[in-house]
């Protein structure tokens, strides 16, 4: 007993702890989901869902523009002054996205001969025009360590999205059940961040601030850019290249097999950026959190990922049903290319942490034109070929990355 509550005596593994049981509640419920879509929707209509959700993610990052960092790093003198202003780009940012995504339906439509995706992605947009109202709150949240709040609002938020997936497949509308619940669970998050956290725009307030956020805004959108490029990528290049029904396949082995695993790096690296914060006036003392955080993130990680690995061959078929086998191989190498990703990710919150996000922004560069080249050489041997390349490339370059952040910024 006495060992279990030094371990959650540490506000790192708390925090990490919390957003683990949200994602939990999440995949637990995505399992169901996960179960009833490979069950009612056809390989057809699981690349057309990936399709949209994949366009949707690709424009989603510009959000991920900093704009949040700033306001957890920001002095307590300046809090004020730095949300307001973000709350006033936050709005800007957002409608632009709402507007950019809506135009680009129709080329995105053209291009893989699919009407459909059309009202889907339209329809994913208006998704941004809740976010704005809460944004603010959010990383107010962040900043004061409360990611018990954050965790239990996520959780509930993707819980009901997912069983609502559930629901509208068993229904029969097919790739609509996907897009459609994204929408239906905005009000969730947007309701319950905040009641959590009261903070009100000043209508009065300026601009001030402005041109530091968005100087240290723009780096970290480019990281973040390039890392959603790379998640999402291979999922249009193959579809173009390999057929809708390959990235049925592929999209089914990506959301079985790396899902868990994304999920808990998210957890990580959601609670390890405020943690570092703690530290950043103190390289010895940045180094050592940096280090233990790692160590706790392997002894989590590696294990789970190495049991779903070994395990699916006998879970897919058995749970998802025979039809499915085809997407195994597939699976497990992109299950096992999970293993070093929160390492090089948590590299990059050191980087944002030193206030050296361009540096974080030139690896991604880097790795990210790696990652597209990998891709499409691997293109001739199919999508199993691809995720064999998607598993090297992620197991040689982030450990070396990683090292060399340590090394050069935190000797």
């Not at 869902?49 to 790093?73: D, H, M, R, S, Y």
């Not at 903070?199 to 805004?217: K, Q, T, V, Y």
């Not at 989590?300 to 049903?321: D, E, K, N, T």
């Amino acid at each position: 007993m006495a060992i279990f509550h030094h371990f959650f005596a540490n506000r790192f593994i708390r925090n990490s702890s919390w957003i683990g049981v949200s994602e939990l509640m999440a995949r637990v419920s995505r399992l169901l989901t996960a179960i009833i879509l490979a069950r009612f929707l056809s390989l057809e209509e699981f690349g057309i869902a990936a399709l949209a959700i994949t366009v949707n993610e690709l424009v989603k990052v510009f959000n991920q523009n900093g704009i949040g960092a700033k306001i957890i790093q920001a002095p307590e003198a300046e809090l004020e002054a730095v949300c307001n202003t973000a709350y006033r780009l936050n709005w800007m940012v957002c409608g632009s996205l709402f507007v950019l995504q809506c135009l680009l339906a129709f080329p995105l439509s053209w291009f893989y001969q699919q009407a459909d995706l059309i009202p889907m992605v339209m329809l994913l947009a208006v998704v941004y025009l809740f976010m704005p109202s809460a944004l603010v709150q959010a990383f107010l949240i962040q900043r004061q360590n409360r990611l018990k709040v954050t965790a239990l609002v996520a959780g509930v938020q993707v819980t009901v999205d997912n069983l609502l997936t559930a629901l509208l497949a068993a229904l029969g509308l097919g790739a609509w059940a996907v897009v459609l619940p994204k929408l239906l669970v905005a009000p969730i998050w947007v309701i319950g961040t905040r009641m959590n956290q009261y903070w009100r725009f000043d209508p009065h307030s300026g601009f001030a601030h402005w041109r530091e956020i968005l100087h240290f805004g723009k780096h970290v959108l480019g990281v973040e850019l390039l890392k959603t490029l790379r998640l999402n990528l291979d999922n249009l290049i193959i579809g173009r290249f390999l057929g809708i029904e390959a990235l049925g396949i592929y999209s089914f082995a990506r959301n079985a097999g790396l899902g868990i695993s994304l999920s808990l790096s998210s957890a990580f690296n959601t609670a390890l950026f405020p943690h570092l914060c703690e530290g950043a006036e103190d390289r010895g003392l940045l180094r050592k959190k940096f280090l233990h955080a790692l160590k706790i993130i392997a002894w989590v990680m590696i294990p789970l990922i190495l049991l779903q690995s070994l395990l699916a061959p006998w879970y897919v078929p058995i749970v998802f049903g025979e039809k499915w086998q085809v997407a195994v191989p597939v699976l497990l190498l992109l299950c096992l290319s999970a293993i070093p990703r929160p390492f090089g990710e948590g590299a990059a919150e050191v980087m944002r942490v030193l206030n050296k996000p361009h540096i974080d922004f030139y690896w991604s560069s880097f790795f990210s034109l790696l990652f597209l080249a990998i891709v499409f050489i691997s293109l001739p041997w199919g999508i199993n070929g691809v995720a064999l390349g998607i598993l090297l490339i992620h197991l040689i370059a982030l450990p070396a990355y990683t090292v060399w952040v340590v090394r050069h910024y935190l000797h």
